[in-house]
């Protein structure tokens, strides 16, 4: 089964949501032979697609934040060479 989907997390896959759910009220046995597979596999589908994205997304921000620390260490340390240096 899914967990609860965030709308604004899962934008693209809402409809297909919905449609899960609403076979499977529509179906209360069926569901259980396969009749709300396709729906749900499309869902499963749609959410990996989704979580790439937003892992390439934090990935690129992680990165900038990365480099942005690296520039303060390395300023850091570059201050702490001269303070050495001049005693």
């Given amino acids: 089964m899914h967990p609860a989907l965030a709308d604004h997390l899962n934008p693209g896959c809402v409809d297909l949501a919905e449609r899960l759910m609403s076979c499977h009220t529509e179906n209360r046995w069926a569901k259980f032979f396969g ?16 979580f790439e994205v937003r892992r390439k997304e934090q990935l690129v921000e992680a ?11 390395d300023e850091t ?9 001049f005693e």
Avoid: F, P, T, V
């Fill in 35 to 50: 009749k709300c597979n396709a729906l749900s596999e499309a869902l499963n589908r749609c959410l990996d697609g989704e």
């Fill in 77 to 85: 340390k570059a201050d702490d060479e001269e303070h050495i240096a």
């Fill in 63 to 73: 990165r900038k934040r990365k480099a942005r620390i690296k520039a303060i260490w």
